[in-house]
């Protein structure tokens, strides 16, 4: 069984050895490293070039920066194997990552996705603790309103193929976005066993600064799935509920738009009618031009 591992890469060309040193380390055998290089300012390739005698890996490149969600999804489409795992490009793989994710799909035919424990570790990639915002759900508990999961990722292609794939619009959270997706077409299994090396880096997706743009796009995450499950058996949100994400989105980007004094935003929240979350916003032909001409001209980046 081929297994695809798939890598979104800018501006960490440093970390790409360890990565693919990782790789080269795993107990499982048959695979392929995709690394999409999203034209990042600085070449990654001197960094690559000792590794790509190796016939399993695989870089492409993009001819302008479209983001995360654009590279996992050209990587996808590059990929071969019926197994895909996502791999952040300053992260690594524990040696039986793989392995260990073949076993659990074998049996789970049912699963649509597997996601791993993993540990935090330091710039340096030493391992500092295992990460503990990561869990297994619990009885009852719906991913929709409690994101719990994390890397490492691997999902089943013919899961993939029944979604609408990776979504360019999600410039951050794109991973919460594609594990809801998968959440739809199938069973998710938890591995307790820490297989993923989670670096602390500055320039990373979700960290630091890019923590609060990421909690925003992992709200409309929540939302887009809420639109996706009306009316089918799939565990949802109550519309209350949704409405009180789209309320919470909204008021942390109107105080963020305060704060910096930008009054051009602060009006086209305002324009926008977010004040008072009208019903008109559930309706999908809003929320359509909401995040085609907003989000897209101007609002999050």
């Not at 890598?7 to 040193?21: C, F, G, I, K, T």
């Not at 795992?85 to 260990?100: F, I, N, S, T, V």
């Not at 999908?284 to 609002?299: A, E, I, K, Q, T």
Request: hydrophobic share 40%; charged share 25%.
């Amino acid at each position: 069984m081929l297994f695809s591992v798939i890598v979104a890469h800018y501006e960490n060309a440093s970390y790409l050895p360890d990565l693919v040193r990782s790789m080269q380390a795993q107990t499982y055998t048959d695979w392929e490293l995709i690394i999409v290089d999203d034209h990042s300012r600085e070449d990654p390739l001197p960094w690559l070039e000792c590794f790509l005698s190796d016939q399993r890996i695989i870089f492409k490149r993009h001819s302008k920066h479209l983001g995360a969600a654009s590279a996992f999804r050209t990587a996808t489409e590059y990929s071969k194997g019926e197994l895909i795992g996502m791999l952040g490009a300053d992260d690594a793989l524990a040696p039986q990552a793989l392995e260990r994710m073949v076993q659990v799909h074998l049996a789970n035919p049912s699963a649509s996705m597997a996601n791993s424990a993993c540990y935090r570790c330091d710039e340096s990639l030493q391992i500092v603790e295992i990460y503990r915002h990561y869990r297994p759900l619990l009885p009852g508990e719906a991913l929709i309103r409690n994101m719990c999961i994390g890397s490492f990722a691997v999902f089943k292609r013919v899961c993939y193929d029944q979604t609408e794939g990776f979504d360019p619009f999600f410039r951050r959270a794109l991973d919460h976005d594609i594990y809801l997706k998968l959440d739809e077409v199938g069973k998710l299994v938890y591995v307790e066993e820490p297989l993923y090396l989670y670096r602390t880096n500055i320039k990373g997706i979700s960290q630091f600064s890019n923590g609060m743009l990421a909690a925003q796009y992992s709200l409309l995450a929540r939302y887009n799935a809420f639109q996706r499950r009306l009316g089918t058996s799939k565990e949802n949100l109550t519309p209350s509920e949704a409405k009180q994400i789209l309320k919470t989105w909204y008021l942390r980007e109107m105080l963020q738009a305060r704060m910096a004094g930008d009054a051009n935003r602060v009006q086209s929240l305002s324009w926008k009618g977010f004040c008072r979350i009208p019903s008109i916003i559930f309706a999908r032909d809003f929320w359509s031009h909401l995040s085609h001409s907003f989000f897209h001209r101007g609002g999050i980046k």
